[in-house]
């Protein structure tokens, strides 16, 4: 058995691969751009006797924690012919997936899983979830006179990233979008875009949309101001005599647009989105900033990771005066730790998507009802949402 990046003329093979795990197939145009395209550089295969046994994608990517940019591995592509699965190629290949961005100094993972059990086993964890609505044009928000103007279609790529990371840097687990993601990921000839733009000529938010079937399919709808999202809806309603509904699509979680309809009463979606996944405890906590305790505090962690072993073991977490904290090795085992859980709870944890007391709750953090309430008034509350798909 080998793993190892893919070669240039492999592309065919990888191709073939891909088309077969997930069922569709690129021919014409489209396949002279896949080629284009191909990065084997990002590409693991795992080989075993003639061709590709199983691959997978390992994207170099960013995403804000904190309002601040964390290395991140996207995981992209996992894929294997029926007759390998069962056989531990993919667990092979995450493993060794793992290895390699902790030597890239990635201290954190993202991954839409095919199947959420399959990838808990390996330590990923649901880590953010989505709203979607649709709402019938009579159920829209009231237009509103408001002082600015939409533009239609003429922004440049600068003003989107500009407002797209004012929004974003709210959350954690949004990702940085350099200027080839907007090109290659997000914007296309099928998108139409609006701008809001207030009297002083400061561009203040934007929508991404498409009118399909007589819908608008709004793909993201951001604003940095209450004045900006009216601004945004008003231009949106004036769609009324193309359209009969509005379907809004990864909408954060703590979206709450429902209570601000005239009639709140409209189709609504929660959907779990992506998986994440601490690569390097230490670093990723290490990285961040707690709640003031106002003197130095210290608990004893035991984090259970058996597919990333530096991560595994008994842990003292000291947290300074000043919010700080360090990871430190220490000998001992489970039944020395005030505190005790796996490395996809400490990510969900850590990324704000749930709290350590309703965690504790239903098992999934054991320890002291003190060290529970001592992690809980730790952990900064938080919001998560991410706006892409890899």
């Not at 395209?37 to 691959?55: N, R, S, T």
């Not at 498409?210 to 608008?216: T, Y």
């Not at 959907?271 to 670093?283: C, E, G, L, Q, T």
């Not at 430190?328 to 489970?334: A, R």
Request: proline share 5%; with cysteine; net charge negative.
């Amino acid at each position: 058995m080998e793993i190892r990046k893919l070669r240039n003329e492999e592309f065919e093979d990888s191709l073939s691969l891909s088309e077969y795990a997930f069922q569709y197939k690129v021919t014409g145009e489209d396949r002279v751009r896949a080629r284009e395209k191909f990065k084997p550089d990002q590409i693991w295969g795992l080989f075993e006797g003639e061709g590709i046994g199983a691959q997978l994608t390992l994207l170099p990517l960013q995403a804000y924690i904190q309002g601040r940019p964390v290395s991140m591995g996207g995981i992209a592509g996992v894929a294997t012919w029926p007759e390998n699965r069962r056989q531990g190629y993919v667990a092979h290949l995450l493993t060794h997936a793992l290895k390699t961005m902790n030597e890239a100094g990635q201290t954190l993972s993202f991954l839409h899983p095919f199947l959420i059990p399959f990838y808990r086993k390996f330590g990923w964890e649901i880590y953010c979830e989505y709203k979607k609505y649709t709402i019938p044009v009579g159920k829209f928000p009231h237009k509103t006179e408001i002082q600015g103007a939409v533009k239609r279609g003429t922004a440049d790529i600068a003003v989107f990233q500009q407002l797209y990371d004012t929004f974003a840097m709210r959350y954690n687990g949004t990702l940085l979008r350099p200027e080839q993601w907007w090109k290659e990921r997000v914007l296309d000839e099928d998108t139409h875009t609006g701008v809001f733009y207030s009297e002083q000529g400061e561009p203040e938010g934007y929508v991404l949309y498409k009118i399909v079937n007589q819908e608008l399919i709004i793909d993201e709808f951001i604003y940095v101001n209450e004045l900006a999202r009216q601004g945004l809806w008003t231009f949106l309603a004036n769609h009324d005599s193309m359209i009969t509904a509005a379907q809004l699509k990864l909408v954060p979680s703590d979206d709450i647009l429902p209570f601000l309809l005239p009639d709140p009463r409209v189709a609504q979606e929660n959907y779990p989105y992506f998986m994440a996944r601490i690569v390097n405890a230490k670093a990723f906590v290490e990285n961040m900033t707690f709640k003031v305790p106002g003197s130095v505090q210290d608990r004893v962690l035991y984090i259970e990771d058996t597919h990333a072993p530096w991560n595994n073991g008994l842990w003292r977490w000291t947290v300074s005066e000043h919010g700080k904290v360090s990871l430190t090795q220490i000998e001992g085992d489970q039944a020395d730790a005030d505190l005790v859980c796996g490395i996809g709870t400490l990510t969900m944890l850590l990324m704000g998507y749930k709290r350590p007391l309703e965690t504790a709750r239903y098992g999934q953090l054991a320890g002291t009802a003190e060290a529970v309430e001592w992690l809980e008034a730790l952990i900064p509350q938080a919001e998560t949402a991410l706006f892409d798909f890899f």
